[in-house]
C-alpha cells in the first residue's frame, strides 16, 4: 500500500501562483511514475503533468511554460509549482503514483484550486 497526502490547494487570484505538494508513503518502489492530475466539475479528470523517479517530465499544453513539477526522492515527495494561474485551472487536483512494474497505482484524496478571474 501507498498513501499520497496532498497539501497546498486554496484561492489564489488569476496571474497568481500556488505549489502542490504530494508525499508518499508505505511501500514505495524505487522504480515509478507520479503525478498530478486535475478534474473540473462536469469535466474528466486529466493529465497535467508528471515526472518519473529519474527526473523525466511530461505536461500537459495547456499547462506548458507555466507550470513546472519537481521530485524530492529523498522524501518521496513531489511538487507542483503553478504560475501565471487562469480560472481553467480551476479544479480539484490530484497526486497519482504508478509502480508499472509492479502494476499498482494509488490515487491522492484531492486538493481544491480555485483561480478567481
Known amino acids: 500500500q501507498v498513501q499520497l497526502v496532498e497539501s497546498g490547494g486554496g484561492l489564489v487570484q488569476a496571474g497568481g501562483s500556488l505549489r502542490l505538494s504530494c508525499a508518499a508513503s508505505g511501500n514505495i518502489f524505487s522504480i515509478n511514475l507520479m503525478g498530478w492530475y486535475r478534474q473540473a466539475p462536469g469535466k474528466q479528470r486529466e493529465l497535467v503533468a508528471s515526472?518519473?523517479?529519474?527526473?523525466?517530465?511530461n505536461y500537459a499544453d495547456s499547462v506548458k511554460g507555466r507550470f513546472t513539477i519537481s521530485r524530492d526522492n529523498a522524501k518521496n515527495t513531489i511538487y507542483l509549482q503553478m504560475n501565471s494561474l487562469k480560472s481553467e485551472d480551476t479544479a480539484v487536483y490530484y497526486c497519482?503514483?504508478?509502480?508499472?512494474?509492479?502494476?499498482?497505482?494509488?490515487w491522492g484524496q484531492g486538493t481544491q484550486v480555485t483561480v478567481s478571474s
Open positions: 497519482r503514483y504508478i509502480a508499472y512494474v509492479h502494476s499498482v497505482h494509488y
Open positions: 515526472i518519473t523517479n529519474s527526473g523525466d517530465t
